[in-house]
C-alpha cells in the first residue's frame, strides 16, 4: 500500500511542478484561440474548461488505462515505476504538446503537425498511419464494452447485439456538432469513471486486501521481458500516441491557451492514477502475478474487470464500476471515428459544415470498423498497441522540433527529445522481436533498437542545428 500512495503523490506533484515547467517551456499566451476566432457550430465550439477537461479524459482513457494496466500488473510491481514517470515526463507532456500545438495551428490534427515539423514526407506516412489507428481504435474500443455489456444482459443481447448498438452510437455522435451530445454526456460519463476508481480503491482497503510493495524484478509467470513488453502493453496510463489524436479536438474547443495544463498535462494525470488503481487492483485481487495472468487468459480482460468489480463492491457498487468500464472505450471509439473523419477532412481539404460531407466520410469508416469487429480481439490488441506507442513516438520528435523553433532556447527542446528517443527504442525493438513482427532474438531486437533510437536521436540533433529558428515559428 505504501508504494501505490507514493506513487499516486508522485503524480499529483509531477502535476504540479513538471506541468508547470513544460507550461513554462511552451509559453501560452492571449491570442484568441481557434474556438474563439471562428467557431463554426460543429468543431469548433468554445466549451467551458471543466467541461472540455473532462471530454478529453474520457477520450483518452478507453480501455486502455484498466485493460493496459491489468495486463501490465502481471510483470508486478514495476509497473507502477512505468506508469508514475512514463505519464510525468513522456505522456503528459506528449498530450499537453500536441493539444498546444494544434491550438497555436487552427486545431490541426496531428498529421498535419507532423507535416510541418517533419516534412511532407512524414506527413503523409502520418496521414495514413494515424487514420489506420484510429479505425483499430474504434475497432478495439467497440468489441471490449460490447463483450462486457453481453456478461450482463439477457441472453438474446449477445456481444452482436450490442456491437450494432455501439456502432449506431459512434454513428450518431461522429455526425452531430461536439457540443450536442459528447459534450452533454461526458461530464455525467466522468462522475460515473471517477466515482468508479475511488469504488475499487475503497474495496481493496476495506477488503484488506494487500497491494504489493515496491520490487525491480520481473515477476511475469511466462518470464516475458520487461523491455520492450511492459512498456508496449501499459500504453494508454502511461504514454499513448491515440491521445495525439483527441488532442486537436478540444483544441477546436479551448477558451485560452494558459487552459492547457488543466485540459492536456491533467487529463494524462488523472488517467494515469485510474491506471494505477487497475494495476494495484489487478495483483491484490488475485494475490500473485501468476494468478492474475490466470484470470485473464480463462476470464479474459471483460471478465476480469466484472470478476473484481463485484468482488470488491457487491452487485450495486459493481454495477456502478462496471458502467464506467463500459462508458471508458464507447467515450473513446466515438471520438476515435470522429478524429478519423476530422483527419480526412484535414487531408483533402472537405469542410465539415455540411452534413452530407460529414455522411461521406463517416460512412466508410464505420462500415471498415465494423469488418475489424469480427477479428480475434487480442490481435487487433496487439497491432494497436505498438502502432499507438509508435506514433507517440513520433509525435514527440515533432513536438521537440516545434519546440527549437518556437521555445525561448532550443535546447529546451530536450524535454520531448528524450522521451521520443526512449520511445524510439521501445516502438523498434517490440516489432522486431514481437509474434506479430519479425521474430528475432532478444540480443539483436535490443542491439538494434538501441542503434536506431540513438541515430534518430543524433539526427534530431543534426536537424535541429541546422534550422533557421524563424522559419517556421508560430
Not at 160 to 182: E, G, Q
Request: glycine content about 10%.
Amino acid at each position: 500500500m505504501i508504494t501505490f500512495i507514493c506513487a499516486i503523490i508522485l503524480l499529483i506533484v509531477g502535476y504540479f511542478l513538471y506541468g508547470k515547467l513544460t507550461e513554462r517551456v511552451f509559453r501560452p499566451d492571449d491570442r484568441p484561440t481557434p474556438a474563439i476566432d471562428h467557431p463554426d457550430g460543429v468543431d469548433y465550439v468554445p466549451m467551458k474548461t471543466w467541461r472540455v477537461f473532462l471530454i478529453q479524459l474520457l477520450n483518452i482513457a478507453g480501455t486502455g488505462p484498466i485493460f493496459g494496466a491489468l495486463m501490465g500488473a502481471v510483470f508486478g510491481p514495476v509497473v507502477f515505476l512505468w506508469i508514475v514517470f512514463g505519464a510525468i515526463l513522456g505522456g503528459a507532456v506528449h498530450d499537453y504538446m500536441s493539444g498546444m500545438i494544434s491550438v497555436r495551428l487552427n486545431g490541426a490534427s496531428v498529421s498535419e503537425i507532423v507535416g510541418k515539423y517533419l516534412g511532407t514526407g512524414a506527413k503523409q506516412v502520418m496521414r495514413v498511419f494515424s487514420v489506420i489507428l484510429l479505425i483499430l481504435v474504434g475497432a478495439v474500443f467497440t468489441t471490449s464494452p460490447a463483450a462486457l455489456l453481453a456478461r450482463l444482459t439477457p441472453e438474446w443481447m449477445n456481444t452482436t447485439f450490442w456491437v450494432i448498438v455501439i456502432l449506431i452510437y459512434y454513428f450518431m455522435a461522429t455526425l452531430l456538432p461536439i457540443d450536442k451530445l459528447i459534450g452533454k454526456l461526458y461530464p455525467i460519463f466522468g462522475a460515473v469513471l471517477l466515482a468508479m476508481a475511488v469504488g475499487i480503491v475503497g474495496g481493496l482497503i476495506v477488503g484488506g486486501y494487500q497491494i504489493p510493495e515496491m520490487q525491480l524484478a520481473n515477476l511475469h509467470p511466462n518470464g516475458q521481458p520487461v523491455w520492450p513488453f511492459m512498456f508496449i502493453t501499459v500504453a494508454c496510463g502511461a504514454i499513448s500516441g491515440f491521445h495525439a489524436t483527441q488532442s486537436p479536438m478540444m483544441a477546436r474547443c479551448l477558451k485560452t491557451e494558459k487552459d492547457g495544463r488543466k485540459v492536456f498535462y491533467g487529463a494524462m494525470i488523472t488517467e494515469s492514477v485510474i491506471a494505477l488503481v487497475w494495476a494495484a487492483a489487478g495483483v491484490a485481487f488475485y494475490g500473485t502475478t501468476g494468478g492474475l495472468q490466470n484470470a485473464l487468459e480463462e476470464l479474459g480482460q471483460s471478465g476480469v474487470v466484472y470478476d473484481i468489480s463485484v468482488s470488491l463492491l457487491g452487485l450495486a457498487g459493481g454495477a456502478l464500476a462496471i458502467v464506467g468500464v463500459v462508458v471508458c472505450p464507447i467515450s473513446s471509439g466515438d471520438t476515435a471515428f470522429r478524429s478519423a473523419r476530422l483527419t480526412i477532412a484535414d487531408w483533402f481539404g472537405i469542410d465539415q459544415s455540411k452534413m452530407r460531407k460529414r455522411l461521406a466520410i463517416t460512412i466508410p469508416l464505420l462500415a471498415v470498423g465494423a469488418v475489424l469487429t469480427q477479428l480475434d480481439f487480442d490481435i487487433v490488441w496487439r497491432y494497436f498497441s505498438w502502432s499507438n506507442q509508435t506514433l507517440a513516438m513520433i509525435t514527440l520528435w515533432a513536438a521537440a522540433m516545434y519546440l527549437v523553433y518556437n521555445a525561448e532556447k532550443s535546447w529546451y527542446s530536450i524535454i520531448c527529445a528524450v522521451p521520443a528517443t526512449f520511445m524510439t527504442g521501445v516502438s523498434c525493438t517490440y516489432i522486431l522481436m514481437a509474434e506479430e513482427g519479425f521474430r528475432l532474438s532478444g540480443a539483436i531486437s535490443y542491439l538494434v533498437g538501441a542503434v536506431f533510437a540513438l541515430a534518430c536521436a543524433a539526427m534530431f540533433a543534426v536537424k535541429a542545428g541546422s534550422k533557421n529558428r524563424n522559419q517556421l515559428k508560430k
